[in-house]
């Protein structure tokens, strides 16, 4: 089965907007099981796409640039995958297999676009000096550029060519450098976690970035993220409900002093004299 030139320039256009969407609104058209689901909807196999995604989707949980790191491109990969899964006939488990180093692989595309964006931000900067805003802004819709072509240029050129390019690049690449990718690609969501840090008030509620790390670390097969979450979400609502009783209380105390206070000032004002000028 080969993919049509419908499928092929529409899911070329949706890998692009899709990437916006992750940059901005964030509504979802950027998680993998849309991008499976969608693939696998306009191809005719809802069913393999939206496995194929979903599976992705989970790899995916917990995962964020956060810090500006990278992680793989699973967005593509959902959507090569499932069109190679449709197209060979093989299956929802032969579309994640080559889907995860697609996503690995893809990596490389998405720092390539960082970098080529300093180029407009620079440039943006510099115009910001003289004064010219319209620049400035012409400017940051040029940083669209390299963020939707990083997406949509590999996602054309591998639906166009079939899973043949790349089983071609998979075989091509070395061993020791696929090691190296699926490595960073451990690696850096954790520095970009590391850097968040750096800015929040750890030292202040240290007690409970333990208590999350404890549960995460050494229950992993009774704990879940979404457990975690939710026992964070517990001790947050606490310390406010406990933060807002300590305001009220001390609004109740200091409250009958200032109105004796008052009182007594009251007092004193009527028994001075006042002096009015005529």
Do not use: C
Not at 108 to 115: E, P, T
Not at 125 to 135: C, F, I, M, V
Not at 243 to 256: L, Q, T, V, W, Y
Request: glycine share 12%; hydrophobic share 50%; net charge neutral.
């Amino acid at each position: 089965m080969s993919i049509s030139a419908f499928a092929l320039i529409f899911l070329t256009i949706y890998v692009g907007i899709a990437q916006l969407d992750a940059l901005s609104v964030k509504i979802g058209l950027f998680s993998p099981v849309f991008g499976g689901s969608v693939t696998g909807l306009v191809m005719g196999d809802l069913k393999t796409g939206l496995i194929v995604g979903a599976t992705l989707q989970l790899a995916t949980l917990g995962v964020a640039t956060y810090g500006g790191a990278t992680v793989p491109d699973f967005l593509s990969g959902s959507i090569m995958g499932s069109a190679f899964a449709i197209m060979s006939g093989r299956g929802a488990a032969y579309g994640i297999g080559l889907a995860i180093p697609i996503g690995l692989l893809l990596t490389q595309m998405d720092i390539l676009a960082r970098m080529t964006n300093t180029i407009f931000q620079h440039h943006a900067d510099r115009l910001a000096e003289k004064g010219d805003y319209k620049g400035v802004e012409r400017n940051n819709l040029y940083g669209i550029i390299p963020w939707t072509v990083s997406r949509m240029l590999p996602v054309f050129v591998g639906l166009f060519f079939g899973s043949a390019v790349v089983k071609a690049i998979n075989a091509w690449i070395p061993a020791w450098l696929m090691v190296g990718l699926k490595t960073a690609g451990i690696i850096l969501p954790a520095m970009g976690i590391a850097i968040l840090m750096r800015y929040l008030p750890l030292k202040r509620y240290f007690p409970y970035f333990i208590l999350g790390f404890v549960l995460m670390a050494y229950f992993t097969k009774t704990f879940s993220l979404l457990g975690t979450a939710l026992v964070g979400f517990v001790f947050a609502a606490l310390h406010v409900l406990d933060a807002n009783d300590r305001k009220r209380n001390e609004s109740n105390n200091h409250g009958p002093s200032n109105h004796n206070n008052g009182g007594s000032n009251g007092g004193d004002d009527s028994d001075e004299e006042v002096e009015i000028d005529v």
